[in-house]
C-alpha cells in the first residue's frame, strides 16, 4: 500500500503551479515508477483524493484496475453546479478559490479553521484534540495554506479537461463510489453514464468515512470490492 501527500500539501513539496487533477495523477504516476510498482493499481481517494483518482483514471486508464471514490463532488460531473453560490452552492468553493485572500485571513488561526471544518463534517469525536494539532501544522504558515487552496484554485479547468476525456470512452475499470450521509448517491449518479461496472455505497457516517467507521470502510473495500 502507499499512501501519498499530495503535492502542495502535508510533507510534499508546494510549487507555484501543477495542481490540475492531471497534473496531480502524473505526479502518482511518477511515485509509482519511482517504487518500481508499474501498476495496473487500485486507487482510492477522498474528497481531493478521489477528484485526482478520478483524473487518472479518465486519462490513463490503463494505469488502474480499481477505482475507489470516497464522498466526493467531481469536476466536469455536478461539482460545478455545487459552487454556484447564486444558485445554492456551497460558499466555501469560491472563497478558497480566491488568490491570496483566504492564506491572508487564516494565517495564525490554522487550528481554529481545522477545528472548526473537521467537526463539523464528521460525526462528533471523530477527531481527537491532538488529530486536530496534526492537521493544522500541515497548515500552518500562508504557504502551507496556500498549498492547500491550490487544489480548489484549479477546479473549473479540472472540469473542462475531465468531460472531454469521460465523453464517449467510459472507464474500464470496476468503480466504487462510496458516499455518506451528507452526500448520499450524488458521485454514484454523476458517474453512471461513464462507467462500464459502477458499485455504489452509502456509510452511515459524516464526511469522513475511513475515520468514521474503519470497519465498515475496510469490509466494503477490500473484503468485497477488491477481493
Known sequence: MVITD??????????EAGYTKTDQARDMQGILKELGLPGPVAVAGHDIGAMVAL???????DDIDR??????LLPGLGLEEAMNVAEGGMW????FVTPHVPEMLFDGHALEFVTT??????NPGTFSPDDLTA?????????RLRGGFEHYRTLLQDGRDNRPLLAGRPLPMPVLAIGSTHSG?????????????????VASTGHFVAEEDPRWFITKVTTEFLA
Request: aromatic share 12%; no cysteine.
Open 6 to 15: 499530495l503535492r502542495g500539501t502535508g510533507s510534499s513539496d508546494r510549487p
Open 135 to 143: 492537521y493544522a501544522d500541515s497548515y500552518t504558515g500562508r504557504d
Open 92 to 95: 466555501h468553493f469560491g472563497f
Open 55 to 61: 483524473a487518472w483514471a479518465a486519462a490513463y486508464p
Open 67 to 72: 477505482l475507489i471514490l470516497v464522498d466526493a
Open 185 to 201: 448517491t450524488a458521485a454514484a449518479d454523476a458517474l453512471s453514464p461513464h462507467a462500464k461496472s459502477l458499485r455504489s455505497e
Open 117 to 122: 471544518t473537521f467537526t463539523a463534517m464528521p
